[in-house]
């Protein structure tokens, strides 16, 4: 099992420019979520998905875009790319009954950076 | 509005002494609290967590204790190794929907050879 994982590592954008950061589980998970954490802070929802075909909003989607065509991939987009998106972005999965209830697996996480 | 608060962003503690963890929650919904590990350009790592329904639960060197009427919990390593050294966030959901995790803003620990 890969687990959780996430394309590509490390990226620069340009202010304006759209991208999509990848993310696939192998672990046949209903739950999939999409975290960004900044400098010093905690890692904060930006959207989550219970399902394929069914997606909701985080603490902080504005600027992003998902969507879950299989129950293995969750790619995130960015439409319009800002500074303020500069962050590390992480991908989780969670499974209906894991070994410790709500327990969410990470990917490594995405570093972008928007000049 | 930080929902969950981890209020020591660093902790140095020798080789062998015990390190406590502190986190601290506002939200009197959350029923489940998790602790999870992260190393330097790597995901975060689940390492314990607890339900509202206790307020002890211990993994081998890891315990977490939560005091409801306080809104705190504090994990504690013991033995501290150098191996521990890492970023601890704090973690607290509701056990309803989609169980989304509200993370704290984590805590340095450095375990000191």
């Known amino acids: 099992n890969a687990g959780v994982t996430q394309t590509p590592k490390f990226r620069i954008l340009k202010i304006g420019q759209s991208m999509t950061l990848q993310c696939t589980q192998d672990?046949?998970?209903?739950?999939m979520y999409w975290y960004r954490q900044d400098p010093g802070m905690g890692l904060k929802l930006i959207y989550y998905?219970?399902?394929?075909?069914?997606?909701d909003k985080g603490e902080v989607p504005n600027g992003y875009n998902v969507s879950r065509s299989t129950t293995e991939d969750f790619p995130l987009r960015l439409e319009l790319a800002a500074p303020s998106q500069t962050s590390v972005y992480f991908c989780?999965?969670?499974?209906?009954?894991?070994?410790?209830?709500?327990?969410?697996?990470f990917g490594p996480g995405t570093r972008l950076t928007v000049l | 509005d930080q929902q969950v608060k981890q209020n020591s962003p660093s902790l140095s503690v020798q080789e062998g002494r015990i390190s406590i963890l502190n986190c601290d929650y506002t939200?009197?919904?959350?029923?489940?609290f998790l602790w999870y590990k992260k190393y330097p350009a790597e995901g975060p790592t689940f390492l314990i967590s607890?339900?509202?329904?206790?307020d002890k639960n211990e993994d081998g060197r890891f315990t977490v204790f939560l005091n409801k009427s306080a809104k705190h919990l504090s994990l504690h390593i013991v033995p501290s190794q150098p191996g521990d050294s890492a970023v601890y966030f704090c973690a607290a959901s509701e056990q309803t929907g989609a169980n989304n995790l509200f993370f704290g803003t984590g805590t340095r620990l450095t375990v000191i050879p």
């Open positions: 672990m046949n998970h209903n739950y």
């Open positions: 989780a999965s969670k499974g209906l009954a894991g070994n410790s209830y709500n327990e969410q697996f």
């Open positions: 939200n009197s919904m959350f029923d489940y």
């Open positions: 998905s219970v399902g394929a075909g069914i997606t």
């Open positions: 607890i339900s509202s329904i206790k």
